[in-house]
Nanobody, 121 residues
Framework: QVQVVESGGGLVQAGGSLRLSCAAS????????MAWYRQAPGKQRDLVAS???????NYLDSVKGRFSISRDNVKNMVYLQMNSLKPEDTAVYYC???????????????WGQGTQVTVSS
């Protein structure tokens, strides 16, 4: 099995910064995509940023220029550096990993338990 664990959430004032970390562990042959999603109360879960194994990145329009995603393929970790935080960034942030756990060629989707980010005005 594969476990995904996030860390780094917390309370920060508007304009501040936070760095989220996510570690994938277990039986992992290869990881294709790693990403961060977020979900605010009463809203759908949205993709915030993603990074492929080839280092291609994609960002939600509202975070472009403020957030940066990166990954460490040796450690199977993904990071989200969040700068110039705004109250509307408040949400539970979830780590997503698409990983192979055997040689079948099939990728499975794994989610972390979520970490709360609260930005006060």
């Amino acid at each position: 099995q594969v476990q995904v664990v996030e860390s780094g959430g917390g309370l920060v004032q508007a304009g501040g910064s936070l760095r989220l970390s996510c570690a994938a562990s277990g039986t992992i042959i290869n990881i294709k995509t790693m990403a961060w999603y977020r979900q605010a109360p009463g809203k759908q879960r949205d993709l915030v940023a993603s990074v492929t194994s080839g280092a291609s990145t994609n960002y939600l329009d509202s975070v472009k220029g403020r957030f940066s995603i990166s990954r460490d393929n040796v450690k199977n970790m993904v990071y989200l550096q969040m700068n110039s935080l705004k109250p509307e960034d408040t949400a539970v942030y979830y780590c997503y990993v698409a990983a192979q756990r055997d040689r079948s060629g099939i990728y499975f989707q794994y989610w972390g338990q979520g970490t709360q980010v609260t930005v006060s005005s």
